[in-house]
């Protein structure tokens, strides 16, 4: 998004009011094509050996991170994991786990420690199952069903675990690859981004506006003839922009 796009999408939200449908689907249309990439080859830089290094694992859990790590590209000191690589983890619901997490921090020094921390204070079962209750959410109560599992006090929630990893582990465990249907990442750039679009903040607070913001994602994905998260990756772009003029 350029300087002029976003001044004028944020003009008229400063008016209250919402930018028309051929607005947005401009906006959106400009970050689909800048970056030109099919979405699940969306890879981040991973730091793998350091994870690995670290002392809180168990044996197995550690085996896991090798495995993961022994399967993904190499690229200087570190890995490059994509969307594709999580999504081939759902064999195993803690490989999934770790693989999402490992996408979410890439390179950030403190994603092992925090991953750790999910994992040792709940325990591998308890993360195992949780990844396997999100799937029976989405299944039977869809985006909705699936924010009240993952939030405080659902049948999938995980201490330590906020809505910005917890839709990432949902995303990459439910998400339908064929029909492009299912949960998406909601994060404080989505959701900013969600707001300056369609006027609803904040997407990650509850599940009906989880759910609204799931739903238009798909809407404006038909009209763009691209996956719903392709929308939550173009959001995730525009977010951070839309933030900075915003508060200046």
Not at 58 to 68: A, E, F, M, V
Not at 92 to 97: A, E, G, Q, V
Not at 143 to 164: C, N, Y
Request: glycine share 10%.
């Amino acid at each position: 998004m350029n300087d002029h796009d976003l001044k004028e999408l944020l003009a008229i939200r400063r008016k209250d009011n919402l930018p028309g449908d051929k607005v947005v689907r401009l906006l959106l249309k400009k970050e689909l094509n800048a970056v030109n990439q099919p979405i699940e080859d969306h890879a981040v830089r991973w730091s793998a050996d350091a994870w690995i290094g670290a002392e809180p694992w168990s044996k197995d859990t550690r085996g896991r991170l090798k495995d993961l790590r022994d399967h993904l590209e190499r690229d200087g000191s570190g890995r490059m994991i994509s969307r594709a690589d999580v999504f081939d983890r759902r064999g195993d619901p803690l490989d999934l786990f770790l693989a999402a997490m490992a996408w979410g921090f890439g390179d950030r020094g403190y994603g092992w420690y925090r991953t750790a921390t999910v994992i040792n204070t709940a325990g591998e079962a308890r993360v195992a199952r949780a990844v396997e209750t999100l799937q029976r959410a989405a299944e039977e109560g869809g985006s909705a069903g699936t924010w009240k599992a993952w939030s405080r006090g659902g049948v999938a929630k995980l201490p330590g675990l906020g809505t910005a990893f917890a839709s990432k582990v949902a995303y990459f465990a439910c998400f339908d690859r064929t029909t492009g249907r299912g949960p998406l990442i909601a994060d404080i750039n989505t959701a900013w981004a969600f707001w300056a679009l369609h006027g609803c903040w904040d997407s990650r607070s509850s599940a009906a506006r989880y759910a609204a913001y799931v739903e238009w994602a798909q809407n404006e994905a038909d009209g763009l003839e691209c996956r719903p998260d392709d929308i939550e990756r173009a959001l995730f772009m525009i977010g951070p922009a839309v933030y900075r003029e915003w508060k200046r």
